[in-house]
């Protein structure tokens, strides 16, 4: 993934960012600097695309680090404004040192566990842990069957929490991508999870063309047609319980 490609995005998540070339850190760098909020989860960009280990962890200095976080630790968060305190304990590094200006959000325990680092016009928020593969309260309902049907994991009320509290969260949960293919028309995608169903409005880019046409498929695997049109760099999408919608716009 390049910068076009996430250049309709205003907040990219990265998860576990363990191998990263120095030309990706400095993508992520520049993105940020444009106004952009990055998420960064765990990791610190230690080696390489190759795999080859860093001198010095290739993201330490955007994520506001002096050094390479340490160790594990066990604690209850405290210290993030939240209307009511998050539940549980999470597993930390042990030892996380911020640089000078860097904002501790969060500690657990004495250690600071989420840090916002402002970076030219946008910022990075660093979760100093386990904050990713902690999320499901457990993982006994995986299996490798094609033949039932695998639920997604129950989450940990204390994460969960923590993820809603740090981003905007929707009312309904209609999870929502906005890309562009190789021709430079603006795809559309939009998966309604809710049993009941949803509306949301999606900004468009200015360039984007007013209608989009597409498919809906819905939870039996019926296919049909489907087009919206944009109003102020705007489409307003009314799904069915468990639809899923996939617009294009060409031309953008």
Do not use: C
């Amino acid at each position: 993934v390049g910068a076009e490609e996430l250049a309709d995005y205003q907040a990219i998540v990265v998860p576990f960012p363990f191998a990263v070339s120095e030309g990706q850190a400095a993508m992520l760098e520049s993105l940020v600097g444009a106004g952009k909020m990055l998420v960064v989860i765990s990791e610190f960009g230690s080696v390489d695309d190759h795999g080859v280990p860093h001198e010095r962890p290739v993201l330490l200095d955007l994520l506001g680090l002096a050094e390479a976080p340490s160790g594990e630790k066990v604690a209850g968060l405290s210290g993030l404004e939240v209307r009511e305190p998050i539940p549980g304990e999470f597993t930390v590094y042990a030892s996380v040192t911020p640089t000078e200006g860097t904002e501790v959000l969060a500690r657990a325990g004495d250690t600071p566990a989420i840090l916002r680092h402002q970076v030219g016009d946008g910022s990075v928020l660093f979760l100093a842990g386990e904050f990713g593969i902690d999320l499901p309260a457990n993982y006994d309902n995986e299996a490798r069957d094609r033949t039932v049907r695998i639920l997604p994991s129950e989450l940990s009320p204390g994460h969960a929490r923590l993820l809603g509290e740090i981003r905007t969260v929707p009312e309904d949960d209609v999870e929502l991508a906005l890309m562009r293919n190789a021709a430079g028309d603006l795809l559309l995608f939009a998966i309604n999870w809710e049993e009941r169903a949803a509306s949301v409005t999606v900004s468009l880019p200015e360039d984007a063309p007013a209608d989009g046409s597409g498919f809906a498929v819905l939870p039996d695997g019926s296919v049909s047609g489907a087009s919206a049109a944009a109003a102020d760099h705007a489409v307003a999408l009314d799904l069915a319980p468990q639809e899923a919608l996939v617009l294009r716009f060409a031309g953008g």
